[in-house]
């Protein structure tokens, strides 16, 4: 038994001593639940809310009245576009969806209608969020009914303007403008009745009011439609999903190669390349080059597999290669960051591993961007896993330009150079 508690003590020792194997078995954690604590307690600030564009094609009162109560709602970031810049924004992934109002919403509320007066163009990466826009937009406007019309009083001042109003019987003949004064009239007596037994019914069961609710929910029709083409946009849930695939590949072949580095610094290996008659230089571009051609290989491997076995199309296959290039490059330079970040094998793989994982979940592999606060939403232009995505998406069925490309691949490049010249600045000091 002394021998067990021996080993024990040793292997407790030297954890204490490495303290970087400290932060990530100890600290780290708490700063992840401190981080997410602070989110989902409310304490993170507003969230930051689906972006929308709105299209006004009705321009009616009652149309840009439903575009303020839009606007009002935190889950939603509202701007006014016309509708082919909406189209275009939705397509290269800025925009979650767009909404038009078509001609006629404002007579109708979009109620009672064979043909859909709300028309929802939605990314098809995000489709997992087209109910709950939906949701909302049946919420918003039946919010602007009930404001406008949710009270006897209201429904009187209306039925008192169009008595009055002139307008209504231009042209008609006079024995049908008097027919129709007499219909409003008789409605304007019918409203003072249920005006007066409203207080009566007011204890009716409140299940026959959510009968009613949903009644009302189903009139409001909308058309939803994914912003695709014959040529754009994802054919099957695959196209969606395999560029995530590939980032996640690329993550755990980052760490590996991290700890490996490492593993032969502990072992001597490293000391024994640096004194054969090469170069830092040599070394660095050799351990580079192969990670950088498993990362391509991995990459690839995944892609032709969804190719072949699940119909994942290379819409442009040169942006798709430069995008798996760019992504490679750029997790090599972590990778190369990550190895001095430590010095046993332990601390590294927890560093590397602790950081790739926020990577991925501020940059959309976890947590949806859309119910992410504005400051986290800010910092998820930092991570390379969502350039990443974006850019293989933009080879697999977004169809990107280069001009459209060069943002994402930018961010990649100007990432992985950064960790890369850090990482080799600090192990050329550590090295002597």
Known sequence: ?????????KDLRILLRDKGSIFWVL??????????????????????????????????????????????????????????????????????????????????????TDTAMIEVGIDPARQMTAGYLVGLLTRANFTLLHKRYGTIDAWQTELDSMMVDSSLW??????????????????RSISEEIESSTQADSSSDSSSDSTAAQKQFELFSMEMTAVTNDDIGPRSAFEVTFPSAVLWALIGLAAMFAVSIVKERTAGTFMRLRLAPITRAHILAGKGLGSFTACLAICFALLIIGNLIFGV?????????????????CFVGMAMLFSVMGKTEESVGGAA??????????GGGMIPVMFMPDWLLTISNFSPVKWGILAIEGGI????????????????????????????????????
Do not use: H
């Open 170 to 187: 231009s042209g008609a003949p006079p024995e049908i403008e008097k027919l129709g004064r007499s219909v409003i009239s008789n409605l």
């Open 27 to 112: 600290m780290f954690p708490l700063m992840i639940a401190l981080f997410f604590g602070s989110i989902f307690s409310g304490g993170g600030g507003q969230t930051s809310g689906m972006n929308i564009a709105v299209v006004d094609n009705d321009n009616s009162d009652y149309s840009k009245a439903y575009i303020e109560e839009l606007s009002g709602l935190s889950a939603l970031k509202v701007r006014s576009l016309p509708r082919d810049s909406a189209l275009q924004l939705v397509r290269q992934g800025k925009l979650s969806a767009y909404v038009v109002m078509r001609e006629g919403f404002g007579q109708n509320y979009g109620l009672f």
């Open 1 to 9: 038994m002394g021998k067990i508690f021996t080993i024990a003590a």
């Open 353 to 362: 591993w602790g950081i790739l994982m926020v990577a991925a979940m501020t």
């Open 397 to 432: 069925w977004r169809n990107f330009t280069l001009s459209e490309m060069i943002l994402p691949v930018g961010m990649l490049l100007l990432i992985g150079s950064v960790c890369f010249i850090i990482g080799v600045t600090i192990l050329a000091r550590s090295d002597g």
């Open 313 to 329: 199309r290379f819409a442009n296959p040169l942006i798709l290669l430069i995008a798996v290039v760019s992504a490679g490059l």
